[in-house]
């Protein structure tokens, strides 16, 4: 009897430790040993436009076809577990806030960013902000919300340091597992004058995955252009840099929520 106790508490030994881990059912335990550890995950897009880092999430295969239809020149995913204000994120409360976090759109302005070209910190977006409509493009708030819709779309007017000022269509999608945020230009983005990304030719794709209380965050960005890129690996580190921002401003987001508001 001893013997078997024995082994029974060996095979509990070795079983891999994050076998109770929440995001276990989104990442391999490859990659999820190596975020727990604090490491962020990157990845370029390749010819074919394969996701390598996107979670097992139910919207996976949508993520997956929409690039494909785009066909991009250049892209980037990133993937990495931003702490949560210490709340159950995967609870109603967690999840609302996450909602809110993602549509506070004027916190994005002073966002900074390492900039590959000028090989320094630079502001990236210099003006954000919710707009009426794309003929009258009057400011609007931040929407604040009370409960989670399933979905829900905004415009906005963003000016940043690579692309200058543009309109964008953000969609947001309220899915069992995950909230998934689309964002695509709307005007034509030109340099010099010249245009160079078309409409819906410059896209990034967010999946958060509420777990416990912390967030898995993927990001995907990725455009689709005629006009030279130059040196693509730099094209695809300033999009991975694009995409660390956009994690660090959420992360910020989060840890400066008033939890106890949103609190059941």
């Not at 302005?109 to 977006?125: A, D, I, P």
């Not at 819709?149 to 543009?166: A, I, M, V, Y």
């Amino acid at each position: 009897m001893r013997i078997g106790v024995v082994a029974i508490q060996m095979l509990l030994c070795a079983l891999p430790l994050h076998a109770a881990d929440p995001l276990a059912p989104f990442v391999g335990s490859d990659a999820l040993q190596k975020l727990r550890a604090g490491t962020t995950l990157k990845a370029s897009l390749p010819q074919d436009a394969t996701l390598s880092l996107v979670p097992d999430v139910t919207s996976r295969s949508t993520i997956a076809g929409d690039v494909k239809d785009v066909n991009p020149t250049v892209g980037a995913e990133l993937l990495k577990i931003l702490p949560g204000p210490g709340i159950a994120m995967d609870a109603p409360s967690g999840q609302l806030l996450l909602f809110n976090a993602m549509h506070a759109v004027s916190t994005m302005k002073g966002v900074t960013y390492w900039s590959v070209t000028r090989g320094k910190e630079m502001v990236l977006f210099l003006e954000s902000y919710v707009i009426s409509s794309l003929s009258k493009q009057d400011r609007m708030p931040d929407p604040v919300f009370t409960g989670t819709p399933e979905s829900h779309e905004l415009l906005t007017f963003q000016e940043d340091s690579s692309f200058g000022k543009n309109t964008y269509s953000e969609l947001f999608s309220v899915r069992a597992d995950h909230l998934l945020v689309k964002s695509e230009n709307l005007s034509t983005i030109t340099f010099l004058l010249i245009p160079i990304i078309q409409p819906r030719g410059l896209v990034s794709q967010v999946a958060l995955v509420p777990a416990g209380t912390d967030v898995l965050f993927y990001g995907l960005a990725y455009i689709r252009t005629g006009f030279p890129l130059g040196d693509k690996a730099s094209r695809v580190q300033s999009l991975e840099n694009r995409l660390t921002a956009l994690a660090g401003w959420l992360e910020k987001r989060l840890s400066t929520a008033d939890t106890q508001s949103r609190s059941p």
